[in-house]
């Protein structure tokens, strides 16, 4: 199977006549630089004419050029604070958007020279970085959703056609890893992005293996139901649900090892929500609309595995375990007030069934923990749940940023630091959260018949940290409160909120933060 659905191809002279439409991303419509000089006065005519398309953001098309149709995408300065290269990611898909609506089957991408590129200044700030943001921005824009496909809808385009700013190899091995990247992000928007009848857990499951299942490098396992015994906390969630047997649970584990020695051990656990009525504590008042995409975590995650697989680097280990689970409401719905056993012996009082996500990854999170413990060394590895889990995340950084809160040990590993660096260089951004002692008091028990709190009674948007407490429960209801800093046996655990980065819906699902974990993990070349 091609990773794409269309064709990818590197073009070295802008006026090839075999596309149909040039696309130049720039800061400058007047200023392309060399390569493209033969277009500025094209360009300069046109700005005299419409001076709107000086503007960040602006879009031009211009029926000229050496394909007929030329269009600017403005991406507005670069060197201010502010800035980052998700002005060229964005301003590439407004290209690609414009083009696709005027026609184009075959259009070729090229990004100008940046004028205000604030190169030396910042890590992200080369024109190899802006190149790669650009294909990155473009591929989005040219997701076709899974529901459409299924009906027959062709691809956007037949043809996309990039003039790299390095010539050679070095171009070809960009398009060599923005398409493994993009193959990766439709299957993770394939799965977070279609509804809860197409997507339910047994057909993601079966998306998954057939796309994985299909080559060498990434193995799969599906538990075809949840068992009570091996994940108590989940098989709560999943009571509602099992009864309709389209709906029922289940558990995906895939497993990728590269060649060579791998040091670093990469242990995810990923949230997959087919859909969530909030349970017995209902979503009401219109609140359940766009509850399909609870589901991104895990779906990440399947993304994630995917690139690996195409990729295929060396020196990379990494294991993932995706609960897909409906949180469903019926006379079988777990209710709070019930005390549960989790997987690490922990008990769970339940607070609000709508805080169903961190209760389908405790248990598995423990799992990777004893995965963890049977290492020769513990401490090498790093553990990390991935899932679309608060409101309040996105009342706190917005609807465009994941956010990523370490324990002691991951924290001593600059884990979360380095991960909003590598998210910097592909334009997926990171903020940083702390879990602090209040984190911790929110979930101690509240009488003496339990030993931890899933949740309060209140949504997480109008909680006080909202998005860190949750955290702090993982951390005991799968047992790593054992493996702090004040442990011999110390495990680096990052929990991963990007329920504002997945994707602000009705936007399609961005599969975030699959490009900023393939940076830091497995393309060293980008983020050391």
Request: hydrophobic residues 40%; neutral net charge.
């Amino acid at each position: 199977m091609d990773p794409l659905p269309y064709k990818l191809t590197s073009v070295p002279d802008y006026r090839d006549s075999g596309f149909d439409c040039l696309v130049i991303v720039g800061d400058d419509p007047t200023a392309l630089g060399d390569g493209l000089s033969d277009l500025a006065p094209i360009l300069t005519a046109y700005c005299q004419a419409d001076a709107a398309v000086l503007e960040a953001g602006s879009v031009a098309l211009i029926p000229s050029g050496p394909q007929g149709r030329l269009l600017f995408s403005n991406s507005g300065r670069l060197n201010r604070d502010q800035d980052d290269l998700r002005r060229i990611y964005d301003a590439a898909g407004a290209g690609l958007t414009r083009a696709v609506g005027a026609g184009a089957r075959r259009p070729l991408l090229t990004v100008a020279k940046l004028a205000s590129l604030p190169v030396g200044r910042e890590p992200w700030a080369t024109q190899p970085a802006a190149d790669r943001a650009a294909l990155l921005g473009a591929m989005q824009a040219l997701y076709t959703p899974l529901e459409l496909r299924d009906i027959g809808r062709r691809p956007k385009i037949d043809q996309l056609g990039f003039r790299p700013s390095s010539a050679g190899e070095a171009g070809e091995s960009q398009l060599r890893l923005a398409a493994a990247l993009e193959a990766g992000r439709i299957l993770a928007r394939d799965i977070g992005g279609s509804d809860p009848e197409r997507m339910t857990a047994k057909r993601a499951a079966e998306l998954i293996r057939s796309i994985l299942g299909e080559d060498a490098g990434v193995t799969v396992e599906v538990e075809e139901r949840v068992d009570p015994a091996k994940y108590p906390l989940m098989a709560a969630v999943d009571r509602a649900a099992s009864g309709v047997p389209r709906h029922a649970g289940c558990v995906v584990h895939l497993s990728y090892r590269g060649s060579g020695d791998c040091p670093q051990p990469l242990l995810f656990v990923g949230k997959g929500i087919t859909y969530d009525t909030g349970g017995a504590d209902v979503k009401a008042g219109g609140h359940m609309a766009g509850m399909h995409r609870d589901k991104c975590g895990a779906a990440a995650i399947a993304g994630l595995f995917r690139t690996l697989q195409l990729l295929r680097p060396p020196r990379v280990e990494a294991h993932a375990s995706l609960a897909f689970v409906r949180n469903s409401i019926g006379s079988n719905s777990y209710v709070a007030d019930e005390i549960i056993t989790s997987r690490a012996g922990v008990r769970v009082r339940v607070g609000n069934t709508d805080a169903e996500g961190r209760m389908v990854m405790a248990d598995l999170l423990c799992l990777m923990r004893e995965r963890a413990l049977g290492l020769p060394n513990p401490s090498a590895a790093s553990l990390f749940t991935v899932a679309t889990l608060t409101g309040h995340v996105i009342r706190a950084y917005g609807v465009n940023y994941a956010a990523a809160l370490d324990n002691g040990p991951a924290r001593l590993k600059d884990t979360s630091a380095r991960l909003q660096r590598a998210g910097d260089l592909v334009a997926d951004p990171f903020e940083i959260s702390t879990i602090r002692r209040e984190d911790y008091n929110m979930v101690a028990p509240k009488t003496e018949a339990e030993d931890v709190l899933q949740c309060n009674n209140e949504p997480s948007s109008g909680t006080s940290r909202g998005h860190q407490f949750p955290a702090a429960f993982l951390i005991r209801a799968a047992g790593l409160d054992k493996h702090g800093l004040d442990s011999d046996r110390p495990i680096a655990y990052t929990h991963i909120d990007v329920a504002g980065s997945s994707g602000d819906y009705p936007d399609p699902a961005t599969a975030s933060p699959l490009l900023a974990l393939a940076a830091r993990y497995i393309l060293p070349d980008l983020s050391g």
